[in-house]
C-alpha cells in the first residue's frame, strides 16, 4: 500500500512537472542585438552558445553552384546568393570581418559543444521549387555528413521542404513556419510541430494545449516584447525565437 501511494505521489509529481515544463530560448539569427556580432554570423552563433541558449536559428540559401551559405536575405551585399558563384559569396566579408559563412563552416562550429541546438531554416527557392527540394537534399546531405544531425532541427515556410525533411531525414525533428496548419494538419503530414509568429497564436490560441497534448513542438517567433514572452510563458508554449534571448533568459530564470 505505502509502495502504491508512493507511486501514486511519483506520477503526480511527474505529470504537475510536465505541465509547468519551462519555456527555453532560441536565439533568432543567433544572439546579435547587444553583442555586436552580425545576425548569423558564426560569431553571433558563439555568442548564442555562451549564454546557454536552448537553440540558436540561422538560414540557409544555396549559390549558382550549389554551395551552401548562411544568410538571411536572398542577396548579400548586392549579390543574389542563388545566382552568384561560391567563389564571389566567399569573397564577402561580415562587418566584424567574418567571411560570409558557409553552412558547412557554420556546422563544424556548432557541433563544437553539446548544449546549444542548431536551429536550421531552409529558405525556398526564388528560382524554382524544384531547387528548393536539391538546396533542401544538399542540406540534409551535409548535415548527416557532418555527424550534425542530432543536434540540427529543420524550420521552412516552404511546406513542400517540410514534408520533404521528414522523408529523407526520418529521425529529424521539422517544424514549419508559415502560420496556415492547424496542430492536426501538421500531425496527419508527419510535421513535429509548429514554429509561428506569435499574432498566429494570439489569433488561435487554443493551438498552444492542442499541439502539446499532440506532442507536437511549439515554437513562436520573434517575441521581443516582454509582455508577448510573459503570455506565451503562461501559455505553456515550449520554444520562443527572440531577437532578445537576454531579456528572455534573465525572465526565465526569476
Ligand atoms: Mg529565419
Not at 498552444?208 to 514572452?229: C, G, Q, Y
Request: with cysteine.
Amino acid at each position: 500500500m505505502k509502495r502504491l501511494l508512493t507511486l501514486g505521489i511519483l506520477a503526480q509529481l511527474a505529470l504537475s512537472t510536465a505541465s509547468f515544463a519551462q519555456t527555453k530560448v532560441v536565439a533568432h539569427r543567433g544572439a546579435w542585438k547587444h553583442t555586436g556580432a552580425p545576425e548569423n554570423s558564426i560569431a553571433a552563433l558563439k555568442e548564442a552558445i555562451k549564454m546557454g541558449c536552448e537553440g540558436s536559428e540561422f538560414d540557409v540559401h544555396m549559390s549558382a553552384d550549389s554551395v551552401l551559405f548562411v544568410n538571411h536575405d536572398a542577396d548579400i551585399q548586392g549579390l543574389p546568393i542563388e545566382r552568384t558563384s561560391a567563389k564571389q559569396l566567399s569573397a564577402v566579408k561580415l562587418s566584424n570581418g567574418e567571411t560570409l559563412p558557409t553552412l558547412e563552416a557554420y556546422l563544424k562550429e556548432g557541433i563544437k559543444q553539446k548544449k546549444t541546438r542548431l536551429v536550421l531554416e531552409i529558405k525556398p527557392s526564388a528560382v524554382s521549387k524544384e531547387r528548393g527540394i536539391a538546396l533542401t537534399r544538399k542540406v540534409v546531405a551535409m548535415v548527416n555528413a557532418l555527424k550534425a544531425a542530432p543536434k540540427v532541427d529543420y524550420i521552412s515556410f516552404d511546406y513542400d521542404i517540410c514534408k520533404e525533411i521528414t522523408k529523407i531525414a526520418p529521425k529529424a525533428t521539422v517544424q514549419y513556419l508559415n502560420g496556415d496548419k492547424t496542430p492536426d494538419e501538421l500531425l496527419a503530414d508527419g510535421i513535429h510541430g509548429f514554429d509561428y509568429h506569435y499574432s498566429i497564436l494570439k489569433k488561435n490560441p487554443s493551438w498552444i494545449k492542442e499541439a502539446k497534448s499532440k506532442k507536437l513542438i511549439t515554437n513562436v517567433w520573434t517575441v521581443n516584447d516582454e509582455k508577448d514572452m510573459d503570455w506565451l510563458i503562461s501559455e505553456g508554449i515550449s520554444l520562443i525565437t527572440t531577437n532578445e534571448p537576454e531579456l528572455l533568459i534573465q525572465k526565465l530564470r526569476k
